[in-house]
């Protein structure tokens, strides 16, 4: 009984250690956000101010970059979740050595630098007389964050019952219909987390973008360029905002989430 206390003890004092860890930096960040000061700090405290909300507001540098990071993020979503999902079926229904090199090949830029990915994208792209830009940054991002899809959507292809799809092809079902009524309605929740996850990954890459954007400004190039001119506290106006939004989301998420497990149990037990 003593030793379940303790263990009990030193796992609560484990959570409460590594929360803080995590987040009494980000409150220390949101907290200089209202600090009348010109330093990113909450100490010394000088007093109750918006004037870096404001000040970001106002920036027209920050919204065109936001502006940017918002189209080239979509359209990684847009390019990596056909690529990612088509990958994860084609490994999940070959076998053998095949196998294993397909896989190989499809995670291998997970485990490649950042700065690897943006400079080879470049290199490439440059020899066939295709200039840097915002497009290029989309590919660059492609060819990693298509992994992450293919990863969430193979996973998801583990719990699937192969046995329906020879059912719908022996009830006379083609194989296009036995993807779009079968198959693709099972993987639905892995696609949307793997575009979920794609959307977040782009939005915070840095190492592929600085060397693929061009002449273009996104929200971590941005962000970068303050940090070398001098840092204020706009920046953790913007980062506020970045992982308020973000909460709200997970929130929205989870509740939602729980809302239809709790309508799935009420309609299993009507059942």
């Not at 998801?156 to 046995?163: H, P, V, W």
């Not at 194989?175 to 949307?192: D, E, F, K, S, T």
């Not at 905002?241 to 009420?266: F, G, H, K, N, P």
């Amino acid at each position: 009984m003593k030793q379940t206390r303790k263990s009990d003890w030193l796992f609560h004092t484990y959570m409460v250690l590594f929360l803080a860890y995590m987040l009494l930096p980000l409150v220390v960040m949101g907290g200089a956000a209202f600090n009348d000061s010109r330093f990113p700090s909450v100490y010394p405290w000088v007093g109750w101010t918006d004037r870096w909300f404001v000040e970001l507001w106002a920036d027209a540098r920050m919204w065109n970059a936001f502006r940017n990071t918002i189209y080239v993020a979509l359209a990684v979503v847009a390019i990596s979740v056909p690529i990612g999902t088509a990958a994860a079926i084609l490994v999940n229904s070959i076998a053998g050595t095949t196998r294993s090199v397909l896989y190989g090949l499809m995670i291998a830029p997970i485990l490649t630098p950042g700065a690897v990915i943006g400079i080879s994208t470049l290199l490439f792209w440059n020899t066939l007389s295709v200039p840097a830009g915002l497009h290029l940054a989309v590919l660059g991002q492609v060819s990693y964050i298509a992994a992450f899809v293919m990863l969430l959507v193979l996973a998801r292809l583990q719990s699937f019952d192969r046995g329906l799809e020879e059912a719908a092809l022996d009830l006379g079902a083609s194989h296009m219909q036995v993807m779009r009524r079968i198959l693709l309605p099972h993987l639905y929740p892995a696609i949307g987390a793997g575009a979920a996850i794609g959307f977040f990954q782009s939005i915070e890459n840095f190492n592929v973008t600085l060397f693929t954007r061009g002449t273009y400004d996104t929200l971590t190039v941005y962000v970068f360029s303050k940090v070398r001119s001098g840092i204020t506290p706009t920046i953790n106006a913007l980062a506020l905002i970045l992982i308020s939004v973000t909460l709200v989301c997970a929130i929205i998420y989870e509740v939602r989430r729980r809302r239809a497990a709790r309508a799935e149990r009420m309609l299993l037990a009507k059942g």
